[in-house]
């Protein structure tokens, strides 16, 4: 089991650029990948990116591909998400989680065993 803590997020105006942090602690080897998912007001949580480590690869959502870029610092395990171009229905509560997804659950919330808190995200001018 781990310990997620996410910061970075607030209040941002529309086409600025905003880093998520995701720091992880307790035991490392129960995991095998990190993931953002993200929740708007009234919806369901969002697959956002995931760093799969053990098969080497990342995955990002279709929706969000081209302006969401996940990252892992190798030394801390600490996992980023940069968010560039950000748009108002970005706003939502951004959620760092992790576990050890099978391939078919990878970009769902059933692939995590551990979350943290979240940290608010509102885009708007």
């Known amino acids: 089991q781990v310990q997620l803590v996410e910061s970075g997020g607030g209040l941002v105006r529309p086409g600025e650029s905003l880093t998520l942090s995701c720091v992880v602690s307790g035991t490392l080897s129960s995991i095998n990948a990190m993931a953002w998912f993200r929740q708007a007001p009234g919806k369901e949580r969002q697959f956002v990116a995931t760093?799969?480590?053990?098969?080497?690869?990342?995955y990002v959502a279709d929706s969000v591909k081209g302006r969401f870029f996940i990252s892992r610092d190798k030394t801390n395990g600490s996992v980023k998400l940069q968010i560039d171009n950000l748009k108002p229905e970005d706003t939502a509560v951004y959620y760092c989680?992790?576990?050890?997804?099978?391939?078919?659950?990878?970009?769902?919330?059933?692939?995590?065993?551990?979350w943290g808190r979240g940290t608010q995200v509102t885009v708007s001018s």
């Open positions: 989680a992790a576990g050890r997804p099978i391939m078919s659950t990878i970009q769902t919330t059933r692939g995590y065993t551990d």
């Open positions: 760093n799969d480590w053990r098969r080497g690869k990342t």
